[in-house]
């Protein structure tokens, strides 16, 4: 697939190379998933219109452009104006997951770590382009239903905050955005309006919640990080500390709460008394004043209209 292409940026190259393979994916099933095929268009236009205006659906698509936005027209028509609410690599999981089956994991893992070795081998760069480097598994007990997540697949510091951000306020499960507003974007906890009192929406979960990660890079168990462990009382013993709310474990158990709601029930929060209605809703607008901010920073001067893909009753085949 990657001979075809003369473009020599990774950017441009990963990117037409992850959306051939959703195309490819979702022509060889029977099941409906172009919503899937329509959310990754978006999510990725989206990444590279505030990355590098040169990184345009013509230039990312070339000689399949008019095929793929006459199938696909909305994408194209919403990408520079409305906001994906996750990274697009996640949309590749849902693919995966669908298409593997939810209790596979191991099947999960590889299919997902062979696209991101095709991925890297002809990279011009090691930065980590529009993939994700870590998978988590998040499930109540043993023989429970297996709930995924990836880590945020963005490569500037730019793009990774504005998903986390637009994650945080419109796709992640109410728990799991609490916990990341409680140190996003500040680092340290934010305070309230008062300047006095810390507000904190970090977690407990469940007893029998168990968390896995992995690396899709070797495939090697990952500890949760001090990040992590901080907003879900995970136990580790890394000092390694990402960015909040950057880790595969937000949207791994945000899909986990969002299915099950028994689990859901059972999350305690670390201090109640410091997660109230007023705070949460003041955590939030200090949210969205960053966001704001970061879009003006990278151009992106439109109202804040988060993007519904396109669910279509009839399965659209592309020629690939
Ligand atoms: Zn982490």
Redesign the pocket.
Known sequence: MAEEIIESDDFVRNAYIIINEMLDLSNHTTEDTTVLVDEILHSIFFLGTITNSAYTPKKILDVKFAEIKALYPKPFECYSSQLPRRSPFSCVLDMIVRLTGQENEKGIQTTLQRLIDDLRKGAKSDQKCLFSSAICISQAGQSSVKHYGVSMSTSTRDAREIMVAVSCCHEWDEYVAGAVMTYFPNKKKNKSKDRKTEIDGTIRLPENVKCRAFSLLDGKVKP??R??ANLFSLKTSTIEK?PYGN?A?SESLSNLFKNEAQVKNRVELQTPMSWTAEYKEGAKKTLLTFLKNSLKKVNFNQDMIVYTPTISGEKVNVHI
């Open positions: 949760p990080c990040s992590c990402w880790c474990e």
